[in-house]
């Protein structure tokens, strides 16, 4: 730890924040607010690495993990004090797995607490199909993961742990971007201990779909409309309850999906976009019985959603930034691009970011080459196709939700259409939507690297 002088501060600096309320200072405390927060910074020195990476989601996690197993001097901060909240998404799929076999992982991430998904039910007009979508993948993982994401990033931060050059700090958020000459170096935080700040060769924002650091930086997404949003709640599980990792139900203008979470199932209910104050005009015991109707098996779970505090509405989105860097400073996962939960594979794409971020910088990095803007734009220009076009399918997918299951009305029951029966039928045919959703278009692979000697002791 090296003190360094603050820079200069720039008219276009945020405002500074009262350290207790979080609100914004009045004008007349600004100025002893500044010259505190400088003493305060000076008198505990800036850190300075050579990576800052800012969010611990997967896309974060998984890039200064693989950072740290180049060599590459690497401080991660998030802004919560543990992993334990209420995760839109704990699915991998088999690109997510495959790089983490390629680094030695997959094997011990699967004696965690996870179930394995390879069979999936539809409602036909002859009553319930099962099929086995993955029969036909050739891959060590031909199945989808269903782990707590709370559990795989205690994992992946654990093994990085292991790195004498890597530094975990929980509950830092940052509240301004640190620039020189145009060139970002690194990131002022308020931690449990007061305002830090951290300077650093590189910058990587990865704190998610409402990232910090994109505002910081100034970069607006494009967004692109979407028909869903989703209501979002728990019951209880039972023993006795369907033997299905990963439920999905449909009928009545609705789409649910039951996510086993061992201890409870984590519900998903697609709605029209904005119809919420519509649902719930219609009454808390409507909705009970549209679920039970749609859901049988877990009729009698729904009468435990008593006040509408417990069903928050979850409004989807999908966007994405034109551009994902400026000098110093590079977005990944869904800071860079919004994913809907259709199809659940907004995690394997935010470690796909990491991977390729990890395999165009990681050496230049560790080797103290400079890192050049272009650089930055190769890391998009890789990923930037595979994203549109997924988010293209997801956008189509949630129009045909929208128009063929939501606008249902009634009792009338869903089937789905016969062609789409016929492609279910045919494992060859099968595969190719199985290994689009597994794998994505061009899936990156861990560049064989020089990989450092591990620390005795955790950092």
Known sequence: MRANPRPAARPSAPPFFDRFVDRPLTQELAVSTSAQLREEIEAKGAEETTC??????????MLALLLARQGVEVTLLEAHRDFERDFRGDTLHASAMEILDEIGLADRLLKLRHA???HFTVPTKGGQFTFDLFSGLKTRFPYIVVMAQSRFLEFITEEAKRYSNFRLVMGARVEELLEEDGVVRGVRYRGQD???EVRATLTVGADGRFSKVRRLAGFDPVKISSPIDVLWFRISRRESDPKEALAARVGSGMFLVLIDRFDYWQVGCTIIKGGYKDVRASGLERLRRSLARVAPEW????DELKEWKQIPVLSVEISRLKRWHKPGLLLIGDAAHVMSPLGGVGINYAIQDAVVASNVLGKKLATGTPIQERDLAEVQRRRELPIRVIQTFQSLGQRGVARGVLSSEGERA?????LVLLLLKSPRLLTIPARFLSFGLRPPHVEAGKEIVLSTQPC
Request: aromatic share 12%; proline share 8%.
């Open 52 to 61: 800052c990476v800012v969010g611990g989601g997967p896309a974060g996690a």
């Open 116 to 118: 394995k998904v390879r």
């Open 194 to 196: 007061g305002w830090r």
């Open 299 to 302: 009729a009698d779970r729904f």
């Open 414 to 418: 869903f089937a789905v259409p016969r």
